[in-house]
T-cell receptor, first 115, second 112 residues
């Protein structure tokens, strides 16, 4: 596709369930980023991938969060045992190279609601 | 980590220049300043970035102070479609890796 694609666009899940969010970056982009935006808050950086490697996972909010990337392309962000405070829009971005001295392109996000 | 501070909101008359300030007083070394904006419900859109020199592109100008502790994003002729939240971002190098630290953003409302 022409842009960064995220799925699902909306996800409603029950507290305690696991969810998996998917990001398809722009083809050929080696760097991939995950962000979170809670209601009324700014963007919170979670993790980035350079190829399939995530050098720094300290931005993940808790050990219930994990992310992986395979084949230097698709990435999944997994949240285990979801809590209500996990409700947010999860944004993915990619850039041609890392670090991005040019722009990173963002997807439309996945709106996660934990009930 | 470097932190950015932005005013929470600003109004600007249509056709006038919108000047959005950002303080990043703890910025250091080779840390870049980026600006993105987010129009309601959409993903953040890249506007401009810079390191030391002022930058200009088709969307905006970025003025960085000589001490690099603050910057201003200028939209030269604001239109109603420029109504959005504008994020000032510092890319920080820490422990051999990079983080993009977003400020809380300025909600710009362009008034007809």
């Amino acid at each position: 596709g022409a842009g960064v694609s995220q799925s699902p666009s909306n996800k409603v899940t029950e507290k305690g369930k696991d969810v998996e969010l998917r990001c398809d970056p722009i083809s050929g982009h080696t760097a991939l980023y995950w962000y979170r935006q809670s209601l009324g808050q700014g963007l919170e950086f979670l993790i980035y991938f350079q190829g399939n490697s995530a050098p720094d996972k300290s931005g993940l909010p808790s050990d219930r969060f994990s992310a992986e990337r395979t084949g230097g392309s698709v990435s999944t962000l997994t949240i285990q045992r979801t809590q209500q405070e996990d409700s947010a829009v999860y944004l993915c971005a990619s850039s041609l190279v890392f670090p991005a001295d040019t722009e990173a392109f963002f997807g439309q996000g996945t709106r996660l609601t934990v009930v | 980590d470097a932190k950015t501070t932005q005013p929470p909101s600003m109004d600007c008359a249509e056709g006038r220049a919108a000047n959005l300030p950002c303080n990043h007083s703890t910025i250091s070394g080779n840390e870049y300043v980026y600006w993105y904006r987010q129009i309601h419900s959409q993903g953040p859109q890249y506007i401009i970035h810079g390191l030391k020199n002022n930058e200009t592109n088709e969307m905006a100008s970025l003025i960085i102070t000589e001490d690099r502790k603050s910057s201003t994003l200028i939209l030269p002729h604001a239109t109603l479609r420029d109504t959005a939240v504008y994020y000032c971002i510092v890319r920080v190098r820490t422990s051999g890796t990079y983080k993009y630290i977003f400020g809380t953003g300025t909600r710009l409302k362009v008034l007809a």
